[in-house]
């Protein structure tokens, strides 16, 4: 049982094949791109709510740190020339994704970027990079199914649909 089931069961959320029902709802949060998160974030995801905000829009090139980043694309870039390009390439790939700490995380991406995150997040520095190392594997790993990366129409489709326990357990 996942820390999903658990809070679903605590938030009476009704399951759907196995998976919590996330649907928008009634309050629900809209990001650029068609994408709608629950209007219970917060609850679902606690203290990381405000970095779902933040990473979903720039996976796919919006938000203040899209075009900085250039999307999924600039992302896995920036982390190949940061020194993560093998555990980069494990999230993307199709076999075991293998786990990234927060410092070296931020050492990727720049402290600059993390702290940006953190801001426009409304969390610590810290929190973001813990956050941020904790997410981006799951994250990258669902949205690049068969070790392919999508194409920005592909990935606002899959980032509409995200399992969102996937990427919070």
Known sequence: MGLMDIVGGLLGKKKKGGTIDLGGGAGAIKLPGGIELPG????????????????LPM??????????????????????????????????GTGANQPVDPDELEGALGADTVSQIAAEAGVSREEAKGGLASMLPKLIDNVTPGGALPGGDQLAGMLKGLDLSKVLR
Do not use: R, T, Y
């Open 40 to 55: 219970n974030l917060a609850e679902l995801a606690g203290g990381n709510a405000g970095l779902l905000k933040v990473l």
């Open 59 to 92: 996976l796919m090139g919006g938000g203040a740190l899209g075009g900085k980043l250039g999307g999924l694309g600039g992302l896995l870039g920036k982390l190949q020339e940061g020194g993560l390009g093998g555990k980069a390439q494990s999230w993307v």
